[in-house]
């Protein structure tokens, strides 16, 4: 049976609700306004809201000052060379665990998360030894192999509770239907299974482009993305907020725009299996 | 088209039997219902024929075809699923279309092949509809639909009917049935509901912890069940079983009588007890009475009798249809 509510309480759910909401963004909010802000105004006490002198010195400058393009290029190629790369392991594994899985499924899930448990700067030293010898050191190939295998555990993961999902008898529906393996895969798994892995592949790129821990410590200056972009503006001579902001603004908007365009996709990805 | 012979068929599950050795002919045009309790194996044993499940031993032939080694595809056979197993991205066009897709159809041919199905099962207006727009009889349909499509061999359904509602689950009972008559092809259906099996089958077949117990027509079953298992579990409300002293009297290790075949009296009989509950239904009366020696027992009578909780009754089993079995449970 539905509650019945009363309008001050919707009221008062609504304000909290975008109260929350606000403060949540308000970070974001403040980056972007300062970015347009003169270095003066940045760190005025108390700052100004909107009565500023609105400019785009900071923007030029960052730009002139190190590559947009040449990060950005950089971001693109990590985040998503490592989410196709991850996905070309973590379908067939997600696949084998949710049709046919064994009695040892669920703690080789668990183990694959367990990896996620450890603090990465545990295995920095290592990890960064290995890149040395090997010459991965400040390339993308080095960056696309550690950040896939970094998400590849959340990668399988999400899959599997998507595949879990898809009843076995559908696919047993089609073999009786005289679908071949490959048929079955093509007209009945995939269409089903393609908002589960489009969701995987959203969440997965965001988090490959927000990564910073590796980013930093793995990349001088030929293969640094964006992370690196943003961090090059808070240097030990001085903070600078407003091209900081700029910056940072630069390197989160690619994501925003991606992220609300399929906030739907990504919603449903995220909740999916918990809420039927 | 459509005989099909297993012959010493046998699956285990893990070093579990599920199905120890059996054998099974089934005829052309036949309607056999597989009925069991849970976990009988009727379920397994269809999913053997149909291939789903590679058997442990034995072999099945298809109108004469060792088709034991064959993938599902290969054996000309339609299974319609307990949860209908529809593709849910597909329209109900598409889902009836899909096996003649795979076939290689060409257009033409499975336009009016899906336009005849959909006409047979009302489903014409809802073509274009995706499943989850459908109510349950709706999807049960296009399952049956897709099945038929393909002309197949024979038809497995697998519990088809048990997440429908009551009054549809009897409208599509007949339904079934209807579609066995105008279409003639050999038909196995496994359910666990004894009343479907008696409604619909031309021969049952009852298994029980992978056995099977009997083969027979619904009546030979009724009037002739070959052991306490088949008694028990066919009728409704089921049959009264006794044993001891009272079955001894009656010259038996236990003795049977079906509800309705117990004469009621307010005066005299054979066991007397006190009715606990009466169940009126409006055609049929079911006393609920407890005998002395003779424990609980159900007697179904016709119509209205003005019984009720608490009241002295005797019950007498009508002399012919006194079922008797032996100590080991086989009918004598």
Redesign the interface.
């Known amino acids: 049976m539905a509650r019945a509510v009363s309008t001050p309480r919707k009221l008062a759910f609504t304000a909290i609700g975008w109260s929350i909401g606000l403060l949540i963004f308000f970070p974001i909010l403040w980056t972007a306004i300062t970015s347009f802000k003169t270095e003066g105004e940045a760190i005025a006490s108390p700052p100004s809201f909107l009565f500023f002198h609105w400019t785009l010195e900071n923007y030029a400058e960052v730009q002139s000052r190190s590559d947009y393009l040449k990060h950005f290029i950089n971001s693109v190629v990590i985040s998503f060379g490592s989410t196709g790369l991850g996905l070309l392991i973590a379908i067939p594994a997600a696949w084998a665990m949710a049709f046919s899985p064994t009695k040892r499924t669920k703690d080789v899930l668990m183990w694959m998360l367990s990896t996620k448990m450890m603090p990465p700067v545990g295995v920095l030293v290592p990890i960064y030894l290995l890149f040395r010898d090997t010459g991965l050191l400040d390339k993308l190939t080095g960056l696309v192999i550690v950040m896939t295998l970094i998400n590849l555990p959340i990668m399988v993961w999400m899959l599997y509770t998507y595949f879990r999902d898809i009843?076995g008898?559908?696919l047993?529906?089609?073999?009786?239907?005289?679908?071949?393996l490959a048929?079955e895969i093509v007209?009945?798994l995939t269409?089903?299974a393609i908002p589960g892995i489009a969701s995987t592949v959203l969440l997965n790129v965001i988090l490959s482009w927000n990564e910073a821990f590796w980013t930093l410590n793995l990349t001088a200056a030929g293969a640094a993305p964006l992370t690196a972009f943003i961090a090059s503006y808070s240097s030990p001579e001085g903070l600078f907020w407003a091209k900081l902001s700029a910056a940072s603004t630069l390197a989160v908007a690619p994501i925003l725009v991606l992220g609300w365009f399929s906030q739907r996709q990504l919603v449903r990805g995220l909740t999916f299996g918990a809420v039927k | 088209m459509g005989r099909i012979n297993l012959r010493q068929v046998s699956k285990s599950f893990g070093g579990v039997a599920v199905i120890p050795e059996l054998d099974l002919d089934i005829g052309e045009g036949e309607f056999v219902v597989f009925v069991g309790p849970s976990g009988c194996g009727k379920s397994t044993l269809l999913r053997l024929i149909?291939g789903?499940e590679d058997m442990s031993g034995g072999t099945i032939k298809i109108d004469g075809e060792d088709v034991t080694s064959q993938?599902?595809?290969k054996r000309g056979?339609?299974?319609v699923?307990?949860?209908y197993?529809?593709?849910?991205?597909m329209s109900v066009y598409g889902n009836i279309a899909?096996?003649l897709?795979?076939?290689g159809d060409d257009k033409a041919t499975i336009d009016k092949k899906v336009q005849d199905a959909a006409r047979i099962l009302n489903l014409t207006d809802y073509l274009d509809r995706k499943p989850r727009q459908l109510s349950g009889g709706q999807r049960q349909r296009v399952a049956i639909g897709?099945a038929i499509v393909?002309e197949p061999r024979a038809f497995l359904f697998d519990e088809p009917l048990s997440n429908l509602d009551a009054a549809l689950r009897v409208a599509m009972r007949l339904e079934i049935t209807e579609l066995h008559h105008q279409l003639g092809t050999t038909m196995i259906y496994v359910t666990h509901d004894q009343t479907e099996a008696m409604t619909m089958a031309d021969r049952i077949v009852v298994l029980n912890k992978g056995r099977i117990e009997q083969v027979g027509s619904p009546l030979d079953l009724y009037r002739k069940p070959a052991n306490l298992f088949v008694a028990g579990f066919i009728g409704s409300p089921k049959m009264n079983l006794v044993s001891g002293a009272e079955a001894a009297k009656l010259g038996a290790a236990t003795v049977g009588v079906r509800p309705e075949h117990m004469a009621v009296s307010r005066e005299s009989g054979l066991w007397q007890g006190t009715i606990g509950i009466a169940e009126h239904l409006g055609s049929d009366t079911f006393l609920h009475v407890r005998t002395e020696g003779a424990g609980p027992m159900t007697a179904r009578v016709s119509g209205e009798m003005g019984l009720t909780h608490g009241e002295t009754v005797w019950l007498s089993p009508a002399p012919d249809k006194v079922h008797r079995f032996d100590q080991a449970g086989l009918s004598l």
């Not at chain 1, 047993?172 to 071949?180: I, K, L, P, Q, S």
């Not at chain 2, 197993?85 to 991205?89: I, T, V």
């Open positions: 009843p008898e559908i047993e529906a089609a073999r009786m239907d005289g679908a071949t048929k007209y009945v269409p089903m | 149909a789903l993938p599902p595809a056979l339609s299974m699923f307990q949860s197993a529809l593709y849910p991205h899909f096996p897709k795979m076939a897709r393909r």
